[in-house]
């Protein structure tokens, strides 16, 4: 079961949402939940902060690299055939001269297998690393970008095939960039739900739709809203919800004590512990929701 918390905009509250469901479901800190074992993957690479939470104590690190080209003057014709292949426009051919535009380069490695000279190496540039260890018997993993990289994609990929080596039965929640860009497509790929996490505003509303549309329409996943901070802003997500028979799952009050439990890195459920049957609650309505 692959739950992603995902959201249309920054700030809703995603991540807290991701990390209290996950510690609410580790109970009594076995690591399981009704016989199912529980995997977190903060795919939020550009800014993985859900650690900050649920505090895992990490063992392994490994770096992720992207394979880019690199060409060989000397065999080059310079016929433009790789130029031709490349859908990212990160290959060019003036001239005599080849440009490689490497923050453009997706690592495709169509351009060394279409080159009819063999003129084309890949060689490994970094671009970020993943690190994965245990918050208690939880298996816990998030990625993290290198300063100036422009693609998140890989090393997201990276993080959820980590995370993805554990799952067999288990419990797999994903915590989502925020938006709906290519990383957030990539992180919501292959789940079976998609939980998402709005604010009943202006702004969230319009995001969420996006977001929604995102998930649902275009990648066919079902979904369910977490309306955060109820309490300001208007009914706009209710009435979005039931035009479009959208299950509004859980809601969470705009309550000072969530909001100074939050600015120390505190979880909802360690702070209110009467939340705990909340999540819980929220999980087995999630489950009954992919059931039909």
Known sequence: MIITVASGKGGTGKTTVATNLALSLLGAGDGTHRGSRLVFADCDVEEPNAALFLRPLLSEKEAVSLLIPAVDTESCTYCGRCAEVCQFHAIAVVGQKVLVFDELCHGCGSCALECPENAIEESPQAIGHVEQGRVGSMVFCHGEMNIGVPMATPIIRQVKHIALEHCAEDTVILDAPPGTSCPVVETLRGSDYALMVTEPTPFGLHDLALAIEVARDVLGIPVGVVINREG?????????????????????????????????????????????????????????????
Do not use: K
């Open 232 to 292: 300001v802003g208007d009914d706009s997500i209710d009435a979005y919800c039931r035009e479009h028979q959208i299950p509004i799952l859980m809601r969470i009050p705009l309550d000072r004590r969530i909001a100074e439990a939050y600015s120390d890195g505190i979880p909802i459920v360690s702070a209110l512990p009467e939340y705990q049957e909340r999540f819980v609650a929220l999980y087995d309505q999630i489950m009954e929701e992919c059931a039909r």
